[in-house]
């Protein structure tokens, strides 16, 4: 099987900055998108930000120009660098990754357990 660990989320006041970690585990071939969703307390989880295998990414509005996620292969670890942060960004922080177990298999997409973020204004 497969997990995903994710690190680095704490208490931080209105303006910081965080770096989120999240590494691969287990029985893995390769590993297609990586991504980073959150989820607001009474909100539903939403998407952040996809990054491929070869490092072209997608954000969403909301964070763009604030947020940079990136990836390490080697190390199966993928980051979210979130800066400026505001009271709104304020939830739990969970990644995912598709990833193959064996070559030619179709890719399947597993998470993280979450890191909890939270911004003081």
């Known amino acids: 099987q497969v997990q995903l660990v994710e690190s680095g989320g704490g208490l931080v006041q209105a303006g910081g900055s965080l770096r989120l970690s999240c590494a691969a585990s287990g029985r893995i071939f390769s590993i297609d998108d990586m991504g980073w969703y959150r989820q607001a307390p009474g909100k539903l989880r939403e998407w952040v930000a996809t990054?491929?295998?070869?490092?072209?990414?997608r954000l969403t509005d909301a964070v763009k120009g604030r947020f940079t996620i990136s990836r390490d292969n080697a190390k199966r670890t993928v980051y979210l660098q979130v800066n400026s942060l505001k009271p709104e960004d304020t939830g739990v922080y969970s990644c995912?990754?598709?990833?193959?177990?064996?070559?030619?298999?179709?890719?399947?997409?597993?998470w993280g357990q979450g890191t909890q973020v939270t911004v003081s204004s």
């Open positions: 990054i491929a295998r070869d490092g072209s990414t």
């Open positions: 995912n990754a598709e990833v193959k177990s064996q070559p030619y298999y179709s890719p399947t997409t597993y």
